[in-house]
């Protein structure tokens, strides 16, 4: 489990995170459209999601969710340890009806994200699409993992984010369960 608190003059967000869980959450952030894809999230990647955060929202969504993705980053990276055991890689293809979204991850201990999606909506109600590019950089950047995220094609924007949150859950899932063929740490360097 990763436990994080951060505070700053823009949020106050406490997340729980338990990898190896059931797809239980508990959010309240005040970004309802972000609620839904962390909830989209915990379930197709088994992950237990507790999220309390204040933020800024009458200004706009961008520092809550950034900073949630900062707290989700740091709580797996916590909760992973040593990553010892651990498949290290997930890809994971999902379609949302017209939609059909990708993302893969390396739990390397080096931070990268490529990103290759538009929206054709630069707003879903009152959620800015941009922020879900921002979401998607620090987590990886907190979670010290390389993410690539491909959308191959849609037309409706809110499908669209929707396979992203989707995979990355099962994408990530993957990546960290435990491969009993895996003997230590999944590296030739032997440490990640």
């Keep these: 489990m990763g436990s994080v ?3 700053t003059l823009e949020t106050d967000i406490s997340l729980k995170l338990t990898v190896d869980g059931t797809g239980r959450t508990d959010l309240n952030t005040g970004v309802p459209f972000l609620e839904h894809m962390l909830d989209l999230f915990a379930k197709h990647g088994q992950f237990d999601l507790q999220v309390k955060a204040k933020g800024d929202t009458l200004v706009d969504d961008h520092h809550t969710v950034e900073d949630i993705a900062i707290c989700l980053g740091q709580a797996l990276h916590q909760a992973l340890g040593d990553k010892r055991g651990i498949r290290r890689y997930g ?3 999902v379609p949302m009806d017209e939609t059909l979204g990708q993302v893969v991850v390396d739990l390397s201990n080096r931070p990268h994200l490529e990103f290759r999606a538009d929206f054709p909506g630069a707003q879903v109600g009152t959620f800015a699409t941009e922020l879900v590019h921002e979401f998607f950089w620090k987590l990886a950047l907190e979670a010290r993992m390389n993410v690539h ?3 191959h094609y849609g037309r409706n924007t809110h499908h669209m984010i929707e396979a ?3 995979a990355l859950g099962r994408a990530l899932d993957e990546a960290t ?3 009993p063929r895996v003997q230590g740490i999944p590296s030739s360097k032997g440490v990640l």
Excluded: E, G, P, Y
């Design 164 to 166: 992203l949150f989707k």
């Design 177 to 179: 369960q435990i491969d």
């Design 5 to 7: 608190k951060r505070t």
């Design 91 to 93: 890809n994971a293809f």
């Design 149 to 151: 995220v491909i959308l």
